[in-house]
């Protein structure tokens, strides 16, 4: 049964119209009659009928702005405005406003209007359909835990959702700038975004294309999914929808991991092998102290004392690689991390004045409490700190940069350099034990720093590029 309300002041019209209807398929309408502008209004918006026949003359109303009126209300059921005059700029106008159609009375007929009716009600369901998808894909658009984008056919982002805002949370306060920014520019290589687009243009959609996404001054592991919308849902104009999957947290968990059981796995050997060397060099000893007291030669005098400065090298090595290797007591105390940070510099001072090294310094203004070890922590930023002004010995506008903050209620420290960074292999070793690119260095106190911050249940975070720097982020 169609619903049908027929808007109509004038009673002899409301009639004829009631008659062809009747004629048509009376067993299929209930067909109610209004003649009262307000109550007209009042029914409309109840939306109990199927379709509204309006009268385009309606007291002192035109038909066009109740058309209009309803539909800035977000009235969407159908409404065909019957008129005693044709014009096609009316009509046109009565089509854009929202009519479903656009009927003359002296020239309707049974069959014409029981056509106009079914066409605008068959309208209406798809359009309804087209609006019940298209909010179900805005819901899954906007809800979505991972960034979602929208690209015009020049490869603008017009459309963003939460997540996008969440990720790149640089971006947050102007989303006109956003708006304004172009896909590529949030790529850190624009050889793999064009490599990207070439691929988009000869398949019309990309799946897990992996690569780094900036957001300002931090890099993104991300893997980004692209397809290129059907025309016929937005205009005939170019999208793109795009799907980025955040994989900075996954990468750095897995590295998180394989460091944890590399330097698990160092300490054991650590242990076993200082455990080797010292029965041995203690058999050395005594038996160099033996030597002492029955040699009289100057020569032999000479090589015992060689022997001994070098067995008691050996011997303090082991100390240094067992206490490395090894969990110690912590001697915790409440204390700032902010203090622990400047005291930390305090002790690279003289060597940042000596390179002449610009520092830049963003630490939060409110106090970051914590149970620490201050001392230990002392060495471990120390060890971070001099690695950074190491690495920057050859560069002419050093710069080091030091962060202190709370990042999602995390207290976080970053020390970054412009140095001469790490290749891929150094990153892979850089917490091995005796593994140092410097020539007299020991390599182990990176060892000893990450055995710090595992004892706070702390985690460190290295980046690293050639020629460009290195960035140490500690939680703790």
């Given at each position: 049964m169609i619903k049908i309300l027929i808007i109509e002041d004038k009673k002899d019209d409301f009639y004829s119209i009631t008659r062809f209807l009747k004629e048509e398929n009376e067993a299929d309408y209930e067909i109610n009659w209004c003649c009262d502008f307000k109550l007209a209004e009042e029914e409309i918006l109840m939306e109990t009928h199927d379709v509204y026949l309006i009268d385009y003359f309606f007291g002192k109303k035109e038909g066009l702005a109740i058309v209009e009126r309803l539909r800035e209300r977000n009235f969407r059921k159908p409404i065909i405005l019957l008129t005693g005059n044709c014009s096609k700029d009316i009509e046109a106008k009565a089509i854009a406003l929202g009519a479903s159609d656009f009927l003359i009375k002296e020239e309707i007929k049974p069959e014409m209007l029981e056509r106009s009716i079914r066409y605008a009600l068959d309208r209406y369901k798809q359009q309804q359909f087209i609006r019940e998808q298209e909010q179900k894909y805005r819901n899954l658009f906007e809800l979505s835990v991972?960034?979602?984008?929208i690209l015009n056919e020049n490869f603008q982002i017009i459309e963003f959702n939460s997540s996008f805002l969440?990720?790149?949370?640089?971006?947050?306060?102007s989303n006109e700038q956003v708006n304004n920014l172009q896909f590529s520019e949030l790529f850190k290589s624009q050889e793999e975004y064009n490599s990207l687009k070439q691929h988009l243009?000869?398949?019309q959609a990309?799946?897990?294309?992996?690569?780094?996404?900036?957001?300002?001054?931090?890099?993104?592991?991300a893997s980004i999914s692209i397809a290129a919308l059907p025309k016929s849902q937005l205009s005939d104009k170019d999208f793109y929808h795009v799907a980025i999957s955040d994989l900075t947290k996954i990468m750095e968990q897995e590295q998180e991991l394989k460091?944890?059981?590399?330097?698990?796995?160092?300490?054991?050997?650590a242990r076993m092998i200082a455990h080797e060397i010292r029965n041995p060099l203690t058999n050395i000893r005594l038996a160099l102290g033996e030597l002492e007291s029955i040699t009289s030669n100057d020569d032999a005098v000479m090589l015992n004392q060689m022997i001994e400065r070098n067995t008691s090298r050996i011997s303090t090595l082991i100390d240094d690689l067992i206490k490395s290797a090894r969990p110690q007591e912590l001697t915790k105390e409440s204390v700032d991390l902010r203090m622990v940070v400047a005291e930390s510099l305090m002790l690279c001072q003289d060597r940042i004045e000596l390179l002449n090294i610009h520092l830049k310094k963003n630490i939060c203004d409110s106090p970051i409490i914590g149970e620490w070890d201050k001392e230990k922590l002392k060495i471990a930023f120390t060890n971070i700190i001099t690695n950074a002004i190491e690495a920057m010995e050859e560069v002419s506008t050093p710069v080091l940069t030091i962060i202190v903050n709370c990042f999602d209620d995390i207290p976080t420290v970053y020390i970054r350099d412009n140095g001469k960074g790490m290749d891929e292999e150094t990153l892979a070793n850089l917490f091995d034990p005796f593994f140092s690119n410097r020539k007299n260095g020991l390599g182990l106190g990176m060892t000893a720093t990450l055995n710090i911050i595992n004892m706070h249940e702390g985690k460190i975070y290295v980046r690293s590029e050639l020629g460009k720097g290195t960035e140490f982020r500690v939680e703790i």
């Open positions: 991972e960034p979602f984008l969440d990720v790149f949370d640089q971006l947050k306060p243009e000869v398949e990309v799946k897990g294309f992996k690569t780094i996404l900036l957001n300002y001054d931090r890099d993104v592991v460091r944890t059981e590399k330097h698990s796995m160092s300490g054991r050997m």
